[in-house]
């Protein structure tokens, strides 16, 4: 199933999406939490600069 995903993203309009993942502190327990997101390649450097 996971091939089927891969070789979809791989062809057409799949290719301008990016998986990103952000490391984020929390406010209330000053742990660090893990904020992902499949975003259009465009808008990256907006997902990195966003708190």
Do not use: P, R
């Amino acid at each position: 199933m996971a091939k089927k995903v891969v070789a979809t993203l791989k062809t057409g309009s799949g290719k301008n999406f990016t998986k990103c993942i952000k490391m984020v502190k929390s406010e209330k327990t000053g742990a660090y939490m893990f904020k992902e997101g499949v975003i259009l390649t465009d808008q990256i450097k907006d997902f990195f600069e966003k708190k």
